[in-house]
């Protein structure tokens, strides 16, 4: 009964490094999303799927990619990381989409440092 | 662009004191809304929702109605309890399934 699954918890990256933020959930949810949290900034959408080979920016998408090539994972990649990258990211993921409401089911999250 | 906008926190409260957190949006279309929790160190969870103008969501107590007139989701609670402290999340979901957060309103309920 995993959910939705982050990895790793805690990383600490300096300036110019790349990496990819793990995602895996195992509900067969069609829509899965990536949400970073800032301090006063509340959660801003970053990058979002409706299904296996769809992606579609969100809010503030410059310096990440994603893609989704299968149902369950749904990684994010930081390119060459920056210190305004420093955040706590989360996934989130639904069964449906607009039509049917279903509510987001989040991760535990993701706390990135970046020197 | 569609944005979601919470009153400022901290929201500070006796127990059993009523509380409302006001949440207006601005979106294109008819959004679905929902209010959201976060405790200390743990993922959001899902409150409450509401689809339609005049829609109640509920759940633990709390409740908020869907105000297409005035572009609102505000949340209440009659009695607050000390275990309701956390961070209070509205949301905005449109029909291309951009979900849009507002900045959150941090509660703290005093025993």
């Known amino acids: 009964n995993a959910g939705v699954t982050q990895t790793p918890k805690f990383q600490v990256l300096k300036t110019g490094q790349s990496m990819t933020l793990q995602c895996a959930q195992d509900?067969?949810?069609?829509?899965m999303s990536w949400y970073r949290q800032d301090p006063g900034m509340g959660l801003r959408l970053i990058h979002y799927?409706?299904?296996?080979?769809?992606?579609d920016q969100g809010e503030v998408p410059n310096g990440y990619n994603v893609s989704r090539s299968t149902t369950e994972d749904f990684p994010l990649r930081l390119l060459s990381a920056a210190p305004s990258q420093t955040s706590v990211y989360f996934c989130?993921?639904?069964?449906?989409?607009?039509?049917?409401?279903?509510?987001?089911?989040f991760g535990s999250g993701t706390q990135l440092s970046v020197l | 662009g569609d944005s979601v906008t919470q009153m400022e926190g901290p929201v500070t409260l006796s127990e059993e004191a009523f509380l409302t957190i006001n949440c207006t949006y601005t979106?294109?279309?008819?959004?679905?809304l929902f209010w959201y929790v976060q405790y200390p160190g743990e993922g959001l969870q899902l409150l409450l929702k509401?689809?339609?103008?005049?829609d109640k969501g509920s759940n633990k107590g709390f409740e908020a109605t869907y105000r297409k007139e005035t572009t609102s989701f505000h949340l209440e609670k009659g009695s607050v309890q000390v275990s309701d402290s956390a961070v209070y999340f509205c949301?905005?979901?449109?029909?291309?399934?951009?979900?849009?957060f507002g900045k959150g309103t941090r509660l703290h309920i005093l025993p």
């Open positions: 989130a993921s639904s069964p449906g989409t607009f039509a049917t409401n279903e509510k987001l089911f």
């Open positions: 509900m067969n949810h069609e829509y």
């Open positions: 799927s409706v299904g296996a080979g769809i992606t």
């Open positions: 979106a294109t279309g008819y959004p679905s």
């Open positions: 509401a689809t339609k103008a005049d």
């Open positions: 949301a905005l979901r449109r029909r291309d399934d951009k979900i849009i």
